[in-house]
């Protein structure tokens, strides 16, 4: 069931249901990002819940949850201050009768660093993210290890998309985090400051499985977290999204006693069963830019661990 | 030559300790202070090293469970 372009809710010809408002600034409701994300949220037993979504884009999560999965009130915030504003108008046309249910955090808000951010999430039961898990590819850090690599940086991937901070988060910033090393230094980041703020709280994250899921699942744990997969799902590799990261890593380690063990997951068919590395992505890339490539997403649920 | 800068990979396995090491090292030169890098109980420190080559002189590594 997702609330989106009603594939699900059919609309009667005189009153079509709401569409939400998807600005470029915005990640595309459309994407099969969220599709995913919202399998797993169905599945994420949120009935009564608080939930707190970081990163809250359209704000078609929390009419998703509040109206399909009976969590009891909804808190959001975004990077972008634009987002929470749409986010609340979203709601209101998607799903009025729930609008006073929901309260946005105003502002930019990065991960929960505001102090209203925090007194939130302090009540918070569940706290939701589909944060970005790729390095800015103008991060001059991240630039002088790719070139270290002599992995060059495709054509146009320097241009940022109106909504680049959706898509890259500014690598280096989040360097003090280990698994910054493979990408995920922003989510590590969220799920330390969940573990210090709201100890109790479950978690419930959306992740493109490029590096797999096993260290994924090796973040949450290393972070105090018990990871289970509650939704997967392969999608095509968007095309605007750059994968020389992904590259520059298998490239670090190749012709060492561990290239077997860090290989990317990339697929050339929609099954996932032809498994491609990053470097073979790469290179069916620069044969042909608009070749399909496609990767698992996949909804992570974590339990924290009592210390 | 002395430590100046520690490095936090724990929880990481060997090859992505690797990766984070040699994401320090971009730029660093020999003869320079080592970095301290801290590696988590799980890692095997024989390997980390065989596997960074030349640039192993460039770090001390120290495992958790030594500490
Ligand atoms: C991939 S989009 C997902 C949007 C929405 N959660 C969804 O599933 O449709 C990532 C969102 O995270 C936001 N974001 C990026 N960096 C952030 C940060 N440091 N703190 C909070 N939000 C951030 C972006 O503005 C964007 O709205």
Not at chain 1, 41 to 47: D, I, S, T, V, Y
Not at chain 1, 128 to 135: D, K, S
Request: hydrophobic content about 40%; overall charge negative; glycine content about 8%.
């Amino acid at each position: 069931m997702t609330i989106v372009a009603g594939t699900e809710t059919i609309p009667d010809q005189d009153n079509p249901a709401p569409k939400p408002e998807a600005p470029n600034y915005a990640f595309d409701p459309r994407d099969p990002w969220t599709q995913t994300f919202q399998k797993g949220l169905e599945r994420a037993e949120l009935q009564g819940k608080t939930v707190y979504e970081v990163g809250i884009g359209t704000g078609i999560n929390a009419a998703f949850v509040l109206r399909f999965c009976g969590a009891s009130a909804f808190y959001g915030s975004d990077l972008d201050p634009r987002l929470i504003e749409l986010a609340e108008r979203n709601l209101a046309s998607l799903s009025p009768e729930h609008a006073g249910q929901f309260q946005p955090v105003k502002g930019a808000v990065s991960l929960i660093d505001t102090d209203e951010a925090r007194a939130k999430i302090a009540k918070t039961d569940v706290v939701i993210a589909c944060l970005p898990q790729v390095g800015d590819p103008n991060d001059e850090r991240f630039s002088a290890f790719r070139e270290e690599q002599s992995v060059s940086l495709p054509e146009g991937a320097d241009e940022q998309a109106h909504d680049h901070i959706a898509h890259y988060y500014p690598w280096a910033m989040f360097d003090e985090y280990p698994f910054n090393a493979v990408g995920m230094g922003l989510n590590e980041a969220l799920l330390r400051r969940i573990r210090e703020h709201a100890p109790h709280a479950e978690v419930v994250m959306n992740f493109g499985a490029r590096i797999g899921t096993g260290l994924i699942f090796e973040m949450f744990r290393a972070n105090g977290f018990e990871p289970e997969k509650i939704a997967s799902q392969i999608v095509r590799q968007d095309a605007g999204t750059d994968i020389s990261f992904f590259v520059a890593l298998e490239g670090a380690l190749h012709g060492t006693d561990l290239e077997r063990e860090f290989k990317c997951y990339f697929f050339a068919d929609e099954d996932g069963k032809k498994r491609l590395s990053a470097h073979d992505a790469q290179r069916l890339l620069d044969q042909d830019p608009d070749v399909a490539l496609y990767h698992e997403v996949c909804v992570v649920r974590g339990r924290p661990v009592a210390e | 030559m002395h430590v100046t800068r520690n490095l936090d990979c724990s929880g990481l396995s060997n090859a992505s300790a690797v990766l984070r090491i040699k994401q320090a090292l971009v730029g660093s030169k020999d003869g320079e202070p080592r970095i301290g890098v801290l590696v988590g109980e799980n890692c095997d420190v024989e390997r980390i090293t065989g596997s960074l080559g030349s640039a192993a002189g460039r770090v001390r590594l120290m495992s958790a469970t030594r500490q």
